[in-house]
């Protein structure tokens, strides 16, 4: 019998999946700690997880018939790569499920920043009401610059260019033909930021991006710019970021994702009005979420099944 491990929340439609392959059985086992994870991993034969359960090298290591990981999600950076591949681990992903989900939360981010949106509706909560207080500013016109012109740099280039805005994307795979057939300029990391009254960023957390935006580059961009991270925590420097929103170099940011996940209580990106934070939302929709689930089952049962699969 082959056991398959899911430690993280997913769809029930991906469980159902995993649990339709003959001579397998499903264990759901979310809120590990890792002494239970360690246990639990033993004598699996498969791994399913979504970003909470970091799968570390002790983990791989504790695990004796582990073949293949799943993420279901875009980013396995909460995987040891390394360690999986040391010792002939699978490591697979959803890479498009979520893509729409994503571009939408960032642009629900932009226009929340542009028009104020949460703060005002804590403020009339709050008994008020205060139309002076919340002038926005319009998002036609502007420019955009989009670091990282993946699946969903591309997807929030499409949205922007109907909103009117002039969009730059940054991204060393992108190329001028497909810049042109988007409507967007290519342009270098810092031609990019500089023009921007926007940045958003959608790269993956890597060693060449881990603090793409730090407090050197914050001091480059238009005074008032606004900037939105979807993507992962560490792209942008958060306690530089703080310091510009202290000076308001920065007049705006919109978090979805942080340096050290859940956000701790004292964090200093809490204390800000022009700050909108949500907990790692981006891909948190019914259809993200049942698409990203469906998608690494599939792939799962494909390489338990010994057929062929898609790499992560
Ligand atoms: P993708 O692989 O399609 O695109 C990433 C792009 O980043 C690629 O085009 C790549 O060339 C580019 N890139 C890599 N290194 C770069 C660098 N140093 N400078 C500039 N560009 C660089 O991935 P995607 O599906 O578009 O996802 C983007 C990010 O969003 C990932 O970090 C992913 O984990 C994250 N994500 C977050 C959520 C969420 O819940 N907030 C949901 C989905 C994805
Ligand atoms: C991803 O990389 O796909 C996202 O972080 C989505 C998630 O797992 O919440």
Request: hydrophobic letters at 45%.
């Amino acid at each position: 019998m082959l056991k398959i491990l899911v430690t993280d929340d997913i769809a029930k439609t991906g469980v159902e999946v995993l649990e339709s392959m003959p001579g397998a059985t499903v264990d759901v086992r979310t809120g590990l700690s890792e002494s239970e994870l360690l246990e639990a991993i033993a004598d699996a034969h498969a791994l399913v997880v979504r970003s909470q359960t970091t799968v570390t090298d002790k983990v791989i290591q504790a695990a004796r018939n582990l073949r293949v990981i799943g993420r279901a999600g875009v980013g396995v950076d909460n995987i040891d790569l390394e360690s999986a591949t040391r010792h002939g681990v699978l490591v697979i992903n959803a890479p498009d499920g979520n893509t729409i989900a994503a571009a939408e939360h960032t642009f629900a981010m932009m226009i929340s920043l542009a028009r104020h949106i949460p703060v005002a509706n804590r403020d009339l909560l709050a008994g008020n009401w205060n139309r002076k207080r919340f002038v926005g500013v319009e998002l036609r016109g502007k420019t955009l610059a989009i670091l990282g012109m993946g699946r969903i740099g591309t997807e929030v280039a499409k949205r922007a260019k109907v909103f009117g805005m002039n969009v730059i994307g940054y991204d060393p795979f992108l190329t001028e033909e497909r810049a042109l057939s988007l409507g967007i300029v290519k342009a270098s990391l810092d031609d990019a930021i500089a023009e921007a009254d926007f940045i958003t960023v959608h790269t993956p957390l890597t060693k060449e991006t881990h603090h793409m935006i730090d407090a050197a580059r914050l001091q480059t961009l238009k005074r008032g710019v606004r900037i939105v991270n979807c993507a992962r925590g560490g792209i942008i420097d958060e306690l530089a970021l703080c310091d510009a929103l202290r000076t308001e170099q920065v007049a705006g940011a919109a978090i979805d994702v942080f340096e050290s996940e859940p956000l701790r209580e004292d964090h200093p990106l809490r204390s800000f009005d022009n700050v909108i934070l949500t907990p790692h939302l981006g891909a948190s929709t019914v259809e993200a979420q049942e698409n990203v689930a469906i998608q690494v089952a599939e792939q799962i049962v494909r390489v338990l099944k010994d057929e062929p699969f898609d790499h992560a």
